[in-house]
């Protein structure tokens, strides 16, 4: 399966979840060019993401089913 058949089946399961719970995309820290096999920047990275996902969640308001937040944060960098 290529990128595009699983982001597309990743969106129909997140849409048929979403009608009876909340599901929560959570952004993305600003990319950086970083090999998959470069543990080097780790620490920076996790700090991002954290920080990122802490600032989102402090101003979430869920109000019951539903999708949270966009989904195109969530695909950055995916071709």
Do not use: C, W
């Not at 719970?21 to 780790?42: H, K």
């Amino acid at each position: 399966m290529n990128r595009v058949q699983q982001h597309q089946q990743t969106e129909v399961a997140i849409s048929a979840v979403s009608r009876e719970l909340p599901v929560v995309y959570l952004n993305t820290p600003p990319g950086r060019v970083v090999s998959p096999l470069d543990f080097d920047q780790s620490e920076d990275l996790m700090r991002d993401a954290l920080a990122v996902t802490r600032a989102q969640l402090k101003t979430l308001r869920i109000d019951g089913p539903g999708l949270y937040g966009s989904s195109t944060d969530r695909y950055v960098g995916v071709e």
